[in-house]
């Protein structure tokens, strides 16, 4: 099945520079790539996805990338707020396999330090 | 609001007891999940629905977990027999033929 690695798990950043997660995938098959943000206490909101026939997309500061020959695909947050802290997770899924199922990584802990 | 609705959002059981949540999701929406999530872990697929029909389940959904979807619409998650183990978030989710999924605020289970 297919397994998610998420890097790093704690980034620490001051306001304004760029935070940069990345994530790994395992199967091949998995087309699908979204990126959730979530505050404590909270469910994961949606932030941004990417599909495989993309290789990048952005969305105000917000954007990411996939290289789906490496099997990888990164999160780029540009000019960062005190209000970006959160843990972000990265997920890839198949939609028309397994009824399109996550799998998530592990999240990483951003602190955006004003 | 128009999202995904979970509750209760809080429950704090006594060990051995049952407990059931309700998810709501997005209307028109035919899929519907349920995954677990623990403190620092990223969440955990436990089954989906279909319309009505659950397709999948986790060997994460042991014997005490049962989750039914009876109209197509709502669904409840109902766990017997519950266990300290068992204390977790459970987040519902929604889309429609598994693009784009959305999550509800997640119902928090704390079993003493």
């Known amino acids: 099945g297919e397994n998610v690695e998420q890097h790093p798990s704690t980034l620490s950043v001051q306001e304004g520079d760029s935070a940069v997660i990345k994530c790994t995938y395992s199967?091949?098959?998995?087309?699908?790539f979204p990126w959730y943000k979530q505050e404590l206490g909270k469910g994961p909101q949606l932030i941004i996805d990417?599909?495989?026939?993309?290789g990048e997309k952005k969305d105000q500061r917000i954007a990411v990338t996939l290289n789906k020959t490496a099997k990888h695909f990164s999160l780029h947050i540009t000019e960062t707020q005190p209000e970006d802290s959160a843990v972000y997770f990265c997920a890839a899924s198949n939609p028309y396999n397994q009824g399109g199922k996550l799998i998530f990584g592990q999240g990483t802990e951003l602190s955006v330090k004003p | 609001d128009t999202g995904v609705s979970q509750n209760p959002r809080h429950k704090i059981t006594k060990r051995g007891q049952n407990v059931t949540f309700r998810c709501d999701p997005i209307?028109?929406?035919?899929?519907l999940y349920w995954y677990r999530q623990t403190l620092g872990q990223g969440p955990e697929f436990l089954t989906y629905?279909?319309?009505?029909?659950?397709?999948?389940k986790s060997r994460l959904l042991s014997d005490r977990f049962s989750a039914e979807r009876p109209k197509g619409s709502f669904s409840t998650l109902e766990i017997q027999r519950t266990e300290q183990g068992d204390s977790a978030m459970y987040l519902c989710a929604s889309s429609v033929n598994g693009n784009t999924i959305y999550f509800g605020e997640g119902s928090w289970l704390t079993v003493v």
């Open positions: 199967d091949s098959a998995s087309n699908y």
């Open positions: 629905f279909q319309n009505e029909a659950q397709l999948e």
């Open positions: 990417i599909r495989s026939n993309v």
């Open positions: 209307s028109e929406h035919n899929r």
